[in-house]
């Protein structure tokens, strides 16, 4: 099957799933399945042919033909944009377990506020799937065998956390072997999802194979799986497996595009090249109709030659990325932040770096103003008294002077299970920043959580809330909540919520994101630093910002210090809901 007639069906078929869940009349869903079949039993490339020529097909009436020739101009039907846009993916997520339909997906979310995986998993533990009218124990037992299915053909991934230190190390060590004109870690890593499956290393040589010999030998190689003249498979120390991949310098951009991008990322722009008589594979743009090559030394040049603004490597996901650098509507993704708001010093029990020292290296990082938001007295081991707050009040504004970077009088606030905070408003109103998180109770049910974070919004010292879902990756996973409601409370009162930058977390996560950003909700990009080091961990969390497809315009600490202090103004002049 031609691979527009491929996708054609798929985009049908989703659309007639989105419009079940979005509880439209049967007849309309019918459609949209006959245009699927009508696509899939097609027999020419339905990517090749006008509208009339469309029309003119067996099964393909006007509507629809109309819906290829935009797939064909944009990549993707306009109509299964705006539906993934208004159907809550939660319900999608549902959908892709076994054994559940549209209509039971609706019930689940609608009647128990069901919204994810994780929360079926909870109301099934909790016995209240079965109380649901038309379900019952036998529903709940299929849906569990469901659940075990799914979770048995998912891909085992590994946190982002638990790899970079070793990925970039060997990178290092790669860009140093001599031969080496350019080398690049790929893949997942590059585009900097929070997990990977297995590292890709890119590396440009016109020596390959004594280039992939060097590294296989290296120290941080546990065993060889492969070797050939191009490619090689190793095992890192930590069991990490990495595939190299030597290729001409005169392809590195073409081949960066290809190791980099998703599966379906690299289908489409593929598709893309096809529909403008040329191929693209990791060797190059070429023109179809010859050898002749059009592109392929830098990753700029092959995507203009298809007609595209430079996609970030962060966003290449296939979510609608290739159709809007096809249209110039891709977003000014943030690269770089003014300030910090949420770090540590050793005030608090957990920090282990001086005031002094934390201002130094965010001085060092480029930033021009840094929270100090140690953490409060409701987090016993570590939290600080209001006097000693008041202590190192008194020291912050000695520092004033002395260090390149202004220095924000914050506190970390604990949010407690009714959504009360560690300290009296008084207290509260003389820090110029304060992020609140949950720290304690994390097991409740999404309805307490969500309940308990919106009270602690409604207070006008609470300027943002902190890796709001508790993640730790590959340790524990992230509480629930109604994020909706969240997000719709955070617009009400005018708090933002924070991309925790700390690669343990990356809470938000590049979904939660999207949805912030196209709810016009304002982020913060924070590093939760504890030592100086780790305030690099912002690099993830600005590509977390990326991935959501969020600009400087959506993230507070992009802006100056008059933006942020006229932010925090606008929070506190408002009224205190009841």
Known sequence: MPWANEELGRQFAEIADLLKLSGADRFRVRAYERARDAVNAARVDLGELDSDELSALEGIGGSTARKIVEFRLMGEIPMLTELRREVPSGLIALVQVPGLGPKTARQLHDQLAIDSLDALRTALDAGRVRDLPGLGVKTEENLRAGLARLDATATRRTPLADVIGVAEELLIRTRALPDVSEAALAGSVRRVRDTIGDLDLLVATQAPADVLRRIASDQLVRDVVALGDTKLTVLTLRDLQVDVRAVDPAAWGAALIYFTGSKAHNVRVRELALRRGATLSEYGLFARDGDALLAGGDEAGVYAHLGLTMIPPTLREDRGEVAAAAAGTLPDVVTTLRGDLHGHSDWSGDGRASIEEMAAAAAAAGLEYWAVTDHAEALAINGLTAE????????LAGLAEHVDVTLLDGAELNIGVDGELDYDDEVLARFDFCVASVHSALGRDAASQTARIITAMQHPSVHAIGHLTGRKLGLRPGFEVHFDE??????RTGTALEVNASPRRLDLSDD????????????????DAHQPSELDNLRFGIATAQRGWARAADVLNCRDLDGLRDFVERKRAGTRSS
Do not use: K, M, N, Y
């Open 512 to 527: 939660h994101v999207r949805r912030a950003v196209d709810a016009g909700v304002t982020l913060t990009i924070s590093s």
């Open 388 to 395: 000693q707050f008041a202590q190192r009040r008194a020291v």
């Open 486 to 491: 969240i997000l719709e409370a955070a617009l």
